[in-house]
C-alpha cells in the first residue's frame, strides 16, 4: 500500500511510526487524517509504555528496597548472633575458672579434712595407750557404780516373784 506522494504511512516524516490498526492507509496528499491520528496513537501508545515502564520501575524498585531491608535485618541478626555467641563463649570461660577454682578448693578441703581425721581419729594402738592411762579412781568408779546397778536388778527379780498373784476365786469367800 503506496501513498500518492509515493511514501508510505510507515515512512512519513521519516519515522518507521504504524497505525494502531496496524493497517497501512492510503493518503492523497500525503497527509490524512489517518496518518495524523495514526501519530497521535503512537504517542498515546508510547506514554502508555513509557508509564507501564515507569510503573515496572517503580515495582523493582520498592522490591529492590524490600530486598535492601531484607539483607539490612538479615545483617542484624547475623550481628546479633555474633554478640550472643561472644557472651556464651564469655560465660563458657567464667564457667570453665570456676571450675577449676571449685576443683582446687576441693582438693584443698580433702588435704585439710584428711589432716583433721588424723588428729582426731586415733589408731588402735593409742586407743589401748589411752584405756591404759586412764586414772584408776575413775575405773573404780565405774565398776562400783555397775555393781550397784546390778544388785538393784537382782533385788527388783527377787520382789517381783514374791508377790503372788490372787485368785479371783478366794474375793467370794
Known sequence: DTAVSGKSDTAVSG????A????????????????VSGKSDTVVRYKQEISFLEE??????????YLKQQIKNYENQANNLIEVQ????????????LALQDKKLLEEYKV????LKALKMPTEDTKEEQVEHQPQEKLEALKSEIKTLQEQLNEQATIEPQEAPRKWWKFWK
Open 56 to 65: 515496572k520501575n517503580l515495582l523493582k524498585d520498592n522490591q529492590i528496597d
Open 86 to 97: 561472644k557472651q556464651t563463649q564469655n560465660l563458657l570461660d567464667q564457667q570453665q575458672r
Open 20 to 35: 494502531v490498526s496496524g493497517k497501512s492507509d492510503t493518503a492523497v496528499s500525503g497527509k490524512s487524517d489517518t496518518t
Open 112 to 115: 585439710e579434712n584428711d589432716s
Open 15 to 18: 519515522k518507521s511510526d504504524t
